[in-house]
């Protein structure tokens, strides 16, 4: 088959290689100096209507959209209407997770257990809401924001802070919700609008310190799979996935593509933190890899509406991904730092999420420049071989967290292997 992957992140990065991995002919678009190394890469505008036209001008039988902007741009709409499959919601469906105002509502007409919730249009009322309550206290921008619209706040004054920066924005909304306590889990969704296949939980660490301190990232490391008992996983499937699905569908937007269900398990059970419209990003340069089966005919198969679900298939194998971060990220992040990349041995690949070629050099291009995976026969191997490869990566300054899997008491595997 003839793939379009359109993004130029870590995330597109790991899609291009688990379709590569399957011998399709793989087009990215706009790409990044890791993917042409294993995809062609094209050039041009990323509007809806031009990446339709491109998509068609290249014969494609599939395209499968990365990040969540070219989703609420409708590229799959225009796609859908130039007759070329594409794998991800329509515009409308992925308000799921482009608005969260609409978001949490959905999940309250539908009975998906989430935070209680308030959602503030006003400056003031929002600031009055919070003075009155107790910390921490959860606020978040109603609108897309790479992940990084959401500050766990432990004091009415940084709660006031974080309601002051969204409403600099003309039309914003703030969400403000009940903090839940628990273990954070991502479950991935692979939907053709009814039938569904689960990929293996994962765990992905938001804040840039160690300890979950400091500000949020769009994502800095995640292990997979996450350990979650199966009655647990009946209930996600039962009471979050199905639902929403079903929900989707009665309200005339049924959702194909990938449904990410960021979840905290809570004492009282699992509860939606957040919906996301794609595959999580670095949780797909974690899950990806462990996908044995082919990515590229299960999107085509969900964009047409019949998904085999027993044909998704992963290894038994755990994977473990690290970011290196640019310096100053994710406030202010130092580009054009030149980088040396280590040869990677098998299980191991090192994903560009944010580089450039400046002449010959590769030089960091983003806040998250590199995403260094590792894949191996259980966590702490898989951790140890991915914190071996990012320590031989020669980024000066780099930031990395060194905790990942930490939350579940996971320490890295000592690995004896230099690659
Ligand atoms: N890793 C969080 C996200 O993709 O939104």
């Not at 296949?197 to 840039?208: M, V």
């Not at 929900?247 to 996301?276: D, H, I």
């Not at 291009?365 to 951790?383: D, E, I, K, N």
């Amino acid at each position: 088959m003839r793939v379009l992957v359109v993004g130029g992140g870590g995330r597109e990065h790991a899609i291009v290689h688990a379709c590569a991995r399957a011998r399709h002919d793989v087009l990215c678009t706009p790409g990044n100096p890791g993917i042409a190394l294993m995809a062609r890469v094209l050039d041009g505008a990323q509007d809806a209507a031009t990446l339709a036209a491109l998509a068609a001008a290249e014969a494609v039988d599939i395209v499968i959209v990365g990040p969540e902007a070219y989703l609420a741009a409708g590229v799959v709409d225009a796609c859908r209407a130039a007759g070329i499959p594409a794998f991800g919601p329509t515009r409308d469906a992925s308000r799921l997770e482009g608005d969260k105002a609409w978001s949490k509502a959905f999940m309250i007409r539908h009975g998906i257990p989430t935070a209680q919730h308030e959602v503030f249009s006003e400056l003031d009322m929002a600031l009055a809401h919070v003075s009155g309550l107790t910390p921490p206290i959860v606020v978040k921008d109603a609108g897309l924001k790479a992940g990084k619209g959401v500050t766990i706040a432990h004091s009415a004054s940084e709660a006031g802070a974080a309601l002051r920066e969204i409403f600099t924005q003309v039309g914003a909304q703030a969400v403000i919700e009940d903090f839940m306590t628990g273990q954070e889990v991502t479950v991935l969704a692979l939907c053709d609008g009814t039938r569904y296949a689960l990929t293996p939980p994962s765990q992905d660490h938001k804040t840039i310190f160690a300890g979950d301190t400091g500000p949020m990232t769009g994502g800095i490391g995640v292990i997979c799979p996450f350990p979650v008992d199966e009655p647990t996983m009946q209930v996600i499937r039962e009471t979050i996935i199905e639902p929403t699905l079903a929900g989707m569908r009665a309200e005339g937007l049924e959702y194909r593509g990938v449904l990410y269900a960021g979840l905290m398990l809570t004492p009282s059970g699992p509860k939606v933190v957040e919906f996301n419209a794609r595959f999580g990003d670095p949780e797909a340069e974690a899950v990806l890899p462990l996908l044995t089966s082919d990515l590229a005919r299960h999107a085509l198969d969900a964009a047409l509406g019949h998904l085999d679900p027993s044909s998704v298939r992963f290894s038994a194998e755990a994977s473990a991904t690290i970011i290196l971060a640019a310096p100053g990220y994710p406030s202010d992040p130092e580009r054009g730092i030149p980088l040396t990349l280590p040869e990677a041995g098998a299980g191991q690949v090192i994903y560009h999420a944010g580089t450039r070629m400046d002449g010959d050099q590769l030089v960091s291009h983003g806040g998250r420049v590199l995403a260094v995976t590792a894949t191996a026969p259980g966590l702490t191997r898989a951790l140890g071989e991915a914190y071996a490869l990012a320590d031989r990566v020669g980024f000066p300054g780099a930031q990395l967290r060194r905790d990942i899997g930490g939350r579940i008491g996971l320490v890295p595997e000592a690995t004896r292997s230099p690659v």
